[in-house]
């Protein structure tokens, strides 16, 4: 077999892999696996719920701050105009 056939038979040799790899299935889960799935998903909510409030929290914090800041500076002294 010479290089350059070798290299036309790449892309079909990946072509049957990737199509193999698309259409295999895994095997259902027990009823173990869904409890534990079902288990480790209401965790993950519980984490996103409390993630969310604590952001809510600090944006709010970062509101006030910045409403509190916001005064209007003057300077008291004017510019110096060069002649």
């Not at 290299?7 to 072509?15: D, E, G, H, Q, S």
């Not at 199509?19 to 996103?48: I, M, T, V």
Request: aromatic content about 6%; hydrophobic content about 40%; proline content about 7%.
């Amino acid at each position: 077999m010479t290089a350059p056939k070798f290299w036309k038979l790449v892309p079909a040799l990946l072509a049957c892999c990737v199509f193999g790899l698309a259409y295999g299935k895994l095997p259902p889960l027990n009823d173990e696996q869904k409890a534990k799935a079902a288990e480790a998903k209401a965790k993950a909510d519980e984490a996103a719920k409390k993630d969310a409030e604590a952001l809510g929290k600090s944006q709010d914090r970062a509101a006030d701050n910045f409403k509190r800041g916001k005064t209007v500076k003057t300077s008291t002294t004017a510019p110096v105009k060069k002649p």
